[in-house]
């Protein structure tokens, strides 16, 4: 028994050894986010600005509902002071067993550090039923608002008052980037509203239902979505089903966010006639998309790219 | 007489008190209803008052701006000292409003919450039926199912989930599995445990059934595998999922990459009850009959697409003879060494060690849609079996047998679209009271994923035993349809 009983235990102390090699955290001099998407990590940095230290799960170019859950996220998240969600149940593919693993009470929904950027957000689509009949359906209403760079605004105000919450003794500092971002973001958003100009009353479909919010705040009309259900890829049925009401509704834009595979959008343009777009659904999506405002800058580019590229159509024909 | 006296006075008055308790039970409702409508009165008064406060802070502000440009009509060149006097008023009753519109928030908010069913737990249904057929039967290939058509429930799991309090979450898994010869579904606890939330230093307490955290596959249910079927030296190694009656404690390391420890403690440790192992759950025992179990496991981002997670497991359970029983096969025969027919086996010593490996190649961009997943897992078994003779078998003094065994298995899944992957699983295992009877099995297998909740596979498995086993090579088709309901997400250990 003893032998045995002592290799048991020299296994797990050598690997309790071997495995606990490694640098030990440094001092915590700035607050510690984790946010769960980029556009998060782009407005904490600029409420925060020297004073906070960033890390986003995601990279940018995952879809909102699917980033892969990394072992190396649970000491980042283990040592975080805010952790910034999306909130509306975006996250619920990933975020919970990420929380649970991550031992970091700090952070645990319902406590401080838990930033849910959906407080004071209105949501759209909210489901009577959570039957699966209707797909991977999210309970509180379509989670894709920061899309709208004017609810966008209501989530910076959210980071702002976790930012002041943890750290109130540089409520000035944060004050004054927050006002400076804002005042930043609203003139681009007026600059964006006289651009849209040419946009308005298009009607379009995506590959996944990330634009209501986005296609209302610049007069827009969103048609519906590829896939099936949210989380279902589509039938033929459906396909064919979309294809037939985009031509009788004169759809002219079939918009794919980079997450998803080309080929059925692809499809669906060609046989009405639609123009394809591929537009980002957080910064780091596409190319140049670094920050919140050049993300926004690029889709509104690109969807002027494509109206023009139907107008152009039209006139050939 | 008396009796049934007595029982219809005791009718008469259970008829009048359940008749009491509706009544009782109405005019709660009423008065609940009473309630809410007042509530909802009291809401809309809330609102008007805001809507008030808003009007006044709207009209203070246009009398500011007033006051102001009256000032500085005045004294064009003067600091706005004065203008600044009714800034405090207004912060004032803006934050009145502010409070007001807190409060009227979590009225709402309250009201939402009105059925009762908001305090239950997360519930859902995960349902298993496997059609099948197999070349050979039971006795030829030593398994509990049986050979040619078969279709079986394999299980209807029941998951129960919800936060105990601010300290703890608690869980169950609540299976009816059906009996391999008689198909009859038995309901058992296949999990119920305790779970800490928000103990100090990166601990965690698991108390209670639950699947001890050993190797990479032991601890997750069946719909959840990769393939079809538990890989075989699970099987016959741990004893299926490895659950355990006990407590466990993980500890993840305050370092900035990812180590995780474990070690744990149980009465027994494998689901199946009088498998070769024996090592179930149930009755008392000495400490040395107890099992104690570790694990630690890590992780390396190779690329951002590409990580490897190696872990390593222990599991000890230093002396069953209290647990006795006679050793026997999956299909019900007793375990007889070759050398000694009709010889009995029952164990003393049980050690298990094992190594395993995780590849994964996930594209950041499209991992939903395409994925690369290779998966290894190598055990040692040690075993010590005291070999006794029986009536009618060979005669000779009793002694103690102590065998080390191997087995392993490896199996690489491609994901090519949301909805399809496939893979193939190698497996070779010897046999943990006999190493020289050895096993090898190999399985490709195709999965369609209609959804996330509704899933196909197609599996075949060509099984070939060496001839020490006294075994038949056997083949075998599985067509799996799993199903889920209700509530179902994946846990840390499922990703």
Redesign the interface.
Known sequence: ?KP??M??LS??TL??VL??W????AQAAKIKVVTTLTDLADFAREVGGDLVEVHSLA?G???TH?V?????F??IM?RADLLILVGFDCE??FL???L????N?RI?M?KSGYVDCSKGIVPRDVPKSTD?YQ??VHPYGNPHYILDPVLAKTAVGNIYNALVEFDPQHQADFSRNRDAYLAKLDAKIAEWKKEVVPLKGLKFVSYHEHWPYFAERFGMVYFGTIELKP???PTPRHIEELISSMKAEHVSIVLRE????EKVPKQIAEQTGATLVTLPIMPGGIPNTETYIKMEDEIIRGLLAAEQAQKAAHAMK | MRTVIALVFLFVFSSCAFAQTTEERLEKLEKALKSQEQTIQELKALQRTVKKQEQTIEEQRKLIEKLTAKEKQAEPSGPPATAEAPQPVVAEVQQQVEELKEQVNSVAEAQQKKLPSEFNPAIGLVGETIFSYRSKDSKATGSDRPGGWDVNQRSVELNIAASVD?FAKGYAVLNASADPITGEATLGVEEAAIQT???PD???LKAGRFFGEFGRLAYIHDHELPFVNRPLVLDQYIGGESRTDGAQLNW??????????T?GVGDGFGSVPNDVNDNSNGNFRNF?GLS?F?R?S??F?LT?DL?L?PG?S???N??TTDRGGVLAQPNGTPVTLPQFPGSNLSQT?R?L?GVDLTLSW?P??????QSIIWGTEVLHS?NSYDVTPTSGGAKFSPFISSVDSYGMYTYLTYKW???WSGGFLFQWVEDSWNNADRTFSYSPYITWA????NQLRLQYTYTEPNAVSGLRPDSAVYLQWDWI?GSH????QQ?
């Open positions: 028994m045995k009983f290799r048991l296994i797990l690997a309790g495995l606990c490694g640098p030990m955290p990279t170019v995952e879809d699917g892969p859950m990394k072992p190396s649970v000491p283990n619920h593919a919970p067993a990420l649970e693993a991550s031992k009470p645990q319902g699966h797909g991977d989380g279902i890829d980079p997450q998803f595979p | 601010p939330t928000s103990l990166n601990l965690e993840l390391l305050p370092i900035e990459h990812y180590v995780s420890l070690a040395g104690f570790g630690g890590t992780s981002d951002p990580s997670e390593i222990g599991l000890l230093p002396k010593e050690s060690e996930k950041l961009s499209s991992n939903q849609f040690g679209s949301r909805e209609l959804s996330h909740w309901i997400s994946h846990g840390w990703r």
